[in-house]
């Protein structure tokens, strides 16, 4: 057993952690935030396009670095440690991790080297309306090849170049791939409670679609793809959780009040302790969803679910009592603290909401001590 | 990253097993807590010897204080397996897992020689005498005194909580020597014969019920001079090494976790409650969290680096889940829950005893409160509490 990652996998993160530090500072964040018509960071995506990290688990063979899944993860924690206000995920995780795992060879060799250089984005709308996604509850329509319908909210629909689209055909549920630059798509942006990264209203009229992976498959696939992607969410939030801490932490330190540092109060200390517990409590559960995932593991379920349920308590926990650290400071629009809180709450709900997380987990486990 | 053994891994375990299968029964629920039992210590006492003469004993000891001269990582596979059965290493882990490491750390040539091979073949059973009434978490303001009488140290005063002191043929000792200096800089530690004249040892009653704690009353107790494991003043350095041992010794879970509540969910047909099954998703995940950071620790350790105060958080996570996962399985049986008695409560009434044992867990080994001071101080570098009695001599604070 060796349970860490590799010396090459550190310098990796310190690399990465290095150039993001310098090139995506929350300054950067903030030119999102605060201008509405911007979706994503175009000088920082830019520059990450360039060190080739979208391709980073794609192989060789369709344009990638060919490194490997736990090479996405460091890469994934140090994005969320920034709060990187770019479409990363949507293509890394969730468009290109789909295509490794139903993709046709063709779609694979048309789409993935396009999205190892960036000159595709890809999303995955799935959501029309409030509730878990289930099977039988999907309006969208696929028909003799094109879909009609609406999917709201999309994370980074409005910059996505393509989509990867959960429809209701004669079969059940099926997932299709989707070019968005068609006459038969429209989108809107929509407001959300994390204006850093971008989301939209898709609506679809007849727009072409081909199939990803078997007709009728569509909820099975997706299962499979949010366990991909759930390892790789709860990297971003251990990153983000870990700043949170490091910053309630650091403002601790420097904050007088009653004649003393207020880090100096056991209410604070013993807060700032609970938050290292939860975050090594996350940390630890998505190391392991990072070895199932990079092995292929039968036990990739319950590690992919066991690792997000930990990293959205993490990252919740954290973002909220780091505003409360910071009292008053905390609660305002300069202070970078309402940032991550923000994010947070992205990443809690993308993909299946804690709860949805929970069930699945216990469902696995169900299935396994029978 | 790699959750497999190597080869030579594969190969130790499976010798570990088979060394397992031949001296021992699988574990069963029943027997998750077989402390009270009234052979227990026999069979502690054989169990050990028969570990030790196998070549399982301290596997990570040099060969020359009788270990096995391994790896840790072997170490972690041999605990992996031996909690597989039923294993009674109970009476050892305070003298295995802290006083004897502090004897070897500070101990002379000659103790090494008189008391290593003992404990560790079973023979002997150690206890640590620190905490007092007046002092627990705050341990360095014990009063015991011992006072030099020519070659020997003379000592009078009172520990308490003291572990298996009842079974115990030594113990370490903490007291204090001078008075006037502040309190961290007047104590001694010792090594005393637990049997011999003017210690006497009194069981106390637990919450729980059982008697496996004690006081432990000195009068006018001689220990020699050599006895003495540090210098003079130096005990609470001593102590230090005994306490990091013991947050790595006493994490391990020693009670009901998910899979047996989930199983009694499952035989009680309450196992569809939704509510329950948000609950025991986060009992899931805790767990993990708690082994897998052990994991982390013991790769670290395997590459020889130290594991720093890191180590707390095991503690506080697993006393705190057993506590949670017994309340709510007597809470699932309803009034049914509240009986004890083995032939009539679900699953060997495993819950109800852990849920009796619990609150001692979140007190013994440093309370929950002391650890997240550590957490907060050690790691993340926060202010230390106002000390009042910093710069005092302890004489002038009592
Ligand atoms: C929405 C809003 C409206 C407000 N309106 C008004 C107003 O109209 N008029 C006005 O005068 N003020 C107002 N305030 C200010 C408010 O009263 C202060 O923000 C609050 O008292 C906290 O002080 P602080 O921000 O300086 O935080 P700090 O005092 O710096 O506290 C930072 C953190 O340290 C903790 N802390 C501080 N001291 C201790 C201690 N001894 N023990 C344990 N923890 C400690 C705090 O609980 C907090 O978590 C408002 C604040 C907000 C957020
Ligand atoms: C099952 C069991 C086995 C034990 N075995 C041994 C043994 O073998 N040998 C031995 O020497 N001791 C042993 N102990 C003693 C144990 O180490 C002490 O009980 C423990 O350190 C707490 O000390 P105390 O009981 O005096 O509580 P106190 O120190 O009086 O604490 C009372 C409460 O105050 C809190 N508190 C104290 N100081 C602070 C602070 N600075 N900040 C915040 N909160 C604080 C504590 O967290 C606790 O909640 C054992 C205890 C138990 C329960």
Redesign the interface.
């Known amino acids: 057993m060796n349970f860490d990652f590799s010396d090459d996998q550190k310098f990796l993160r310190d690399e990465a952690r290095k150039f993001l530090e310098a090139q995506c500072t929350t300054a950067h964040v903030r030119e999102v935030l605060d201008d509405d018509s911007k979706s994503h960071n175009e000088g920082v995506w830019k520059q990450i396009v360039e060190m080739g990290w979208l391709g980073a688990a794609i192989p060789e063979e369709y344009g990638g670095l060919g490194l490997g899944m736990l090479e996405l993860c460091v890469i994934a924690e140090e994005l969320g440690r920034v709060l990187a206000p770019v479409p990363f995920g949507s293509s890394a995780y969730f468009f290109a991790e789909a295509l490794k795992l139903a993709g046709s060879d063709e779609q694979k060799s048309q789409l993935l080297p396009k999205v190892a250089d960036g000159s595709l984005i890809g999303c995955i709308a799935v959501s029309e309306g409030p509730g878990e996604i289930k099977a039988g509850t999907i309006a969208t329509r696929l028909k003799d090849g094109v879909i009609s319908g609406k999917k709201i909210p999309v994370t980074d629909g409005d910059i996505a170049t393509h989509a990867i689209v959960l429809v209701k055909d004669g079969s059940g549920e099926s997932l299709v791939i989707v070019d968005l630059n068609q006459s038969g798509v429209s989108r809107e942006p929509v407001k959300t409670l994390e204006p850093t990264r971008s989301h939209a209203t898709i609506s679809f009229d007849g727009a072409s679609a081909e199939l990803l992976g078997e007709a009728g498959n569509g909820m099975a696939l997706l299962d499979q793809i949010n366990d991909r992607a759930a390892v790789l969410l709860a990297f971003e939030q251990l990153g983000g959780a870990s700043r949170c801490l490091e910053m309630a932490n650091d403002y601790a330190k420097e904050r007088v009040a009653f004649g003393r540092a207020i880090g100096g109060n056991q209410a604070i200390k013993h807060k700032l302790a609970d938050m290292y517990v939860k975050n090594e409590v996350a940390r630890s559960n998505a190391y392991y969803g990072a070895w199932a995932l990079s092995s292929d593991a039968a036990e990739l379920p319950e590690a992919a679910a066991a690792a997000r349920v930990a990293a959205s308590e993490a990252y919740w926990f954290a973002s909220k009592e780091n505003i409360q650290t910071h009292g008053g400071m905390g609660f305002t629009w300069e202070v970078d603290c309402h940032l991550f809180y923000r994010r947070a709450k992205l990443l809690a709900v993308q993909a299946g909401s804690p709860a949805v997380w929970k069930e699945k987990l216990v469902s696995a486990l169900e299935a396994k001590n029978g | 990253?790699?959750?497999?053994?190597t080869p030579e891994?594969a190969e130790f375990r499976a010798e570990a097993n088979a060394f397992l299968s031949q001296h021992l029964k699988p574990k069963t629920p029943g027997a998750l807590r077989s402390v009270g039992r009234e052979d227990f210590l026999e069979r502690a006492k054989a169990w050990q010897k028969t570990k030790a003469e196998g070549g399982f004993a301290q596997i990570t000891w040099p060969k020359e204080m009788g270990g096995r001269g391994g790896t840790v990582?072997q170490q972690?596979i041999w605990g992996q397996e031996e909690a597989k059965f039923d294993a009674p290493t109970g009476p050892f882990a305070i003298g295995l897992g802290m006083c004897v490491p502090t004897v070897i750390a500070f101990g002379s040539d000659e103790h090494k020689k008189r008391y290593v091979q003992k404990a560790l073949m079973g023979e002997e059973i150690w206890c640590q005498l620190f905490s007092e009434p007046a002092a627990g978490s705050d341990v360095a303001g014990l009063k015991t005194k011992a006072v030099k009488d020519g070659d020997e140290w003379v000592i009078n005063g009172q520990k308490v909580w003291t572990s298996g002191a009842h079974y115990s043929d030594y113990g370490i000792l903490l007291v204090r020597t001078d008075p006037n200096v502040p309190k961290h800089k007047g104590l001694t530690m010792f090594i005393v014969d637990m049997k011999q004249k003017g210690v006497d040892v009194r069981p106390i009653h637990q919450a729980s019920g059982g008697k496996e704690f004690n006081e432990v009353y000195f009068t006018d107790v001689r220990i020699p001079d050599s006895d003495r494991l540090g210098e003079p003043g130096m005990g609470w350095k001593v102590a230090l090494v005994t306490l990091m041992n013991e947050r790595l010794a006493v994490g391990g879970s020693p009670g009901p976790d998910?899979?047996e509540i989930?199983?009694y969910a499952r035989s009680a047909g309450t196992?569809s409650d939704q509510a329950f099954?948000?609950k025991?998703?986060?009992w899931?995940?805790?767990a993990?969290?708690?082994?897998?950071?052990k994991?982390?620790t013991?790769?670290?350790l395997s590459r020889g680096e130290t594991p720093g105060p890191?180590n707390a958080?095991g503690k506080?996570?697993n006393a705190n889940h057993l506590q949670d996962i017994c309340n709510s399985a007597i809470e699932m049986q309803d009034h049914f829950g509240l009986i004890v008695d083995k032939d009539e409560a679900p699953s060997d009434a495993i819950f109800q005893e852990s849920f009796m044992w619990a609150p001692g867990l979140r007190i013994a080994g440093g309370t929950d409160?002391i650890?997240?001071?550590i957490?907060?101080?050690r790691?993340?570098?926060?202010?230390?509490?106002?000390r009042v009695d910093k710069d005092k001599t302890f004489a002038e604070m009592n």
């Open positions: 990253m790699d959750f497999n053994d891994e990582m972690v998910w899979k989930m199983d196992l099954r948000a025991l998703a986060d899931y995940v805790a993990q969290g708690y082994k897998l950071t994991f982390r013991q790769t670290a890191e958080i506080i996570i409160e650890l997240k001071n957490i907060a101080e790691v993340l570098g926060l202010p230390q509490d106002v």
